[in-house]
């Protein structure tokens, strides 16, 4: 007859992969959009006060001046993209939005309210808070999965706007 600490260890041990078969991302979690023969992998991620492991606060107006350009450091072990390279955080950049362009304005405006959303998921336990990202130009696939071969990742974007949301761009 097992043990009951024989029994415990074999079902910490299944919990234990269960759950590590959750936190790993698999090629459904990732949506692949093809633009001028280029394939784009992007998902949506979502992000909490275990998840951040910190933030530069910014006031609206140095959050202008950069363009609305921030990052924001994720714990490796909340990712669900597994990175081997990397010994620390990882890194999700906002890219910088050019100020000449006509609507620059509101673009890093909708960057400030996701920055903004980020910052209070950071401070609040229980909150969380959906954001998109971009894998390349870090992502490779392995196997059926993908694997970071950087420590970055980026908010997805295009020609300076975030984009809040999987699939082609409209």
Not at 15 to 34: F, H, K, P, R, Y
Request: charged share 20%; with cysteine; hydrophobic share 40%.
């Amino acid at each position: 007859m097992m043990s009951i600490r024989k029994t415990l260890a074999i079902a910490c041990v299944s919990v234990g992969m269960m759950l590590s078969n959750i936190s790993c991302a698999s090629s459904e979690d990732v949506v692949t959009s093809t633009a001028n023969g280029k394939s784009y992998y992007h998902m949506m991620l979502s992000l909490n006060d275990h998840s951040i492991s910190s933030i530069k606060e910014f006031s609206a107006e140095q959050f202008v001046m950069n363009g609305g350009q921030f990052e924001v450091r994720v714990q490796q072990n909340s990712f669900p993209i597994k990175a081997p390279n990397c010994k620390g955080d990882l890194i999700l950049r906002m890219p910088w939005t050019n100020s000449d362009l006509s609507v620059a304005e509101v673009f890093i405006d909708e960057k400030y309210n996701v920055y903004k959303a980020i910052v209070g998921a950071s401070k609040s336990e229980g909150s969380n808070v959906d954001v998109y990202i971009e894998l390349n130009p870090y992502v490779q696939m392995t196997g059926d999965d993908f694997e970071l071969t950087e420590c970055n990742v980026f908010f997805r974007h295009a020609n300076g706007q975030y984009i809040p949301k999987t699939g082609p761009l409209d």
